[in-house]
């Protein structure tokens, strides 16, 4: 992680910092040559009987869910749950299997040609951190426990599809990659993506990204973020003999406040942009001068250029409050500050014309729904942002309390999710002809 060291040059004034302007989104209709193609292809014996196989599956599913979810993932700690995700790669219907360099778990399913590699896949780590209770507790219709929508009910889904794929021997004329990633929660910041398309690697040519909600979103559009930890350090010491010390809190205090006075001004207008200051802390006990006061700062936008903007007022923030407290100094040492760029998650814009795009609303819309083109931060930036076609779609059922205990998650005609991304993920691929 890249570590910036506080310089002593003079300072840039916060208020000289400008603001971009909104950028249109407009979003293309469906080509009628991807709504004949949807069409035409769910009118395939095949593909009926994989749909077919998709509502049988769904007490499996079900049960996939619960199994799985109750396999702790904390962030950085997802090699449990990912050994058990290889083994149902491996048995329902994957020709190989295997687990990367940094814990991605990989099953290829052979196309016909191979000419082209599809990646699909969910997240296998969670927001809670290791110690949380995962167990699923049902109500009703109702599954309550961490985790078990965001993202366990993707990579089941994933899952689903591979088996409903190959219960009903649907062929491919490109090789299908379904995937469980690792690193898209948190401090992970897109470790497991970075890796699959890191220079070099032999990445897929599209990415199908399931997270979030219903059937509607359509994730074309990557949501950028920097996020920083920061750590003030002094020499401490106690509170009544030792005044007169510099204090890291005091300096952290007056940065948040420094960083917000102009961040808020730069977020008012032009493209969405936001800050948060997440996570604090520091010192030993009230009655003693810390020795030093952290914090952990994200911040977010539509826009490259004013993400390098708040950026920048940040910097400026932290340097102006850490020269202001070493100038009420009476003795003792200098505080120094470090700021460790714990995070960076590229943004960008997919092209909507591109067939992926365009066969994702139209296999949307062969459910009655009218796919909405949307930004977030998932998964899908990574590809996004270097040009590669990418779209992240929904789990469907219903769920909220996402990153919460309290997380749930309802099964309310949740095959239909598992049936839009069978049909998107074939058409992607092409199916594959009887052997002549």
């Known amino acids: 992680m ?24 407009i979003a293309q209709a469906t080509p009628n040559e991807y709504a004949s193609e949807a069409r035409s292809l769910l009118a395939m014996p095949a593909i009926a009987e994989a749909m077919q196989r998709v509502e049988d599956l769904d007490e499996w599913s079900l049960e996939r869910l619960i199994e799985l979810t109750e396999i702790p993932a904390p962030p950085f700690l997802e ?75 993707g990579i089941v889904l994933v899952l689903t599809v591979l088996r409903a794929m190959e219960d009903a021997g649907i062929e491919t004329e490109d090789d299908l ?70 204090n890291p809190a005091h300096a952290m205090s007056r940065a948040v406040r420094h960083f917000q006075d102009v961040a808020d001004t730069l977020t008012r207008s032009g493209p969405r942009t936001s800050y948060n200051v997440g996570r604090l802390g520091g010192g030993t006990s009230v009655n003693a001068i810390p020795f030093e006061a952290w914090m952990e700062v994200d911040m977010r936008s539509e826009s490259p250029e004013s993400l390098g903007r ?28 470090d700021l460790d760029r714990i995070g960076d998650r590229p943004s960008g814009e997919g092209d909507t014309s591109t067939p992926l795009v365009q066969r994702a609303l139209a296999t949307t819309a062969l459910f ?56 998107l993920v074939v058409a992607e691929a092409g199916m594959a002809g009887p052997i002549s």
């Open 310 to 337: 708040i950026e920048a007022v940040f910097l400026a923030a932290m340097r102006l409050a850490l020269d202001e407290e070493n100038a009420l100094r009476r003795e003792g040492p200098e505080l120094t500050a």
């Open 79 to 153: 090699e449990l749950r990912g050994a058990r995700y290889a083994e149902l790669l491996e048995q329902y219907g994957a020709d190989s299997v295997w687990t990367d360099e940094v814990g991605n778990v990989i099953g290829l399913r052979r196309g016909r040609t191979g000419e082209r590699t599809i990646g699909f896949g969910g997240h296998l780590d969670t927001v809670f951190p290791e110690g949380t209770d995962v167990t699923v507790r049902q109500s009703g219709d109702t599954l309550f426990a961490p985790g078990i929508g965001d993202d366990t009910r």
């Open 368 to 423: 009655g729904v009218e796919g909405t083109l949307a930004r977030s931060s998932t998964d899908s930036n990574i590809p996004i942002s270097l040009g590669v076609p990418a779209v992240t779609i929904g789990r469907g059922g219903e769920g909220g309390s996402s990153h919460a205990p309290e997380e749930y998650w309802i099964n309310r005609d949740g095959h239909l999710a598992v049936q839009r991304a069978l049909l």
């Open 177 to 246: 990659l379904f995937v469980g990633v690792v690193g898209e929660e948190g401090l992970g910041d897109l470790r497991g993506m970075k890796h699959l398309f890191a220079e070099g690697a032999e990445a897929p040519d599209v990415w199908i990204e399931v997270d979030g909600g219903g059937l509607a979103r359509l994730v074309t559009m990557g949501l950028g973020s920097v996020r920083y930890r920061v750590t003030f350090t002094g020499p401490g010491g106690h509170s009544w003999g030792a005044f007169g010390l510099v």
């Open 2 to 25: 890249p570590k910036v060291r506080i310089d002593r040059t003079p300072l840039v004034m916060l208020s000289s910092i400008a603001v971009m302007l909104p950028v249109a989104l």
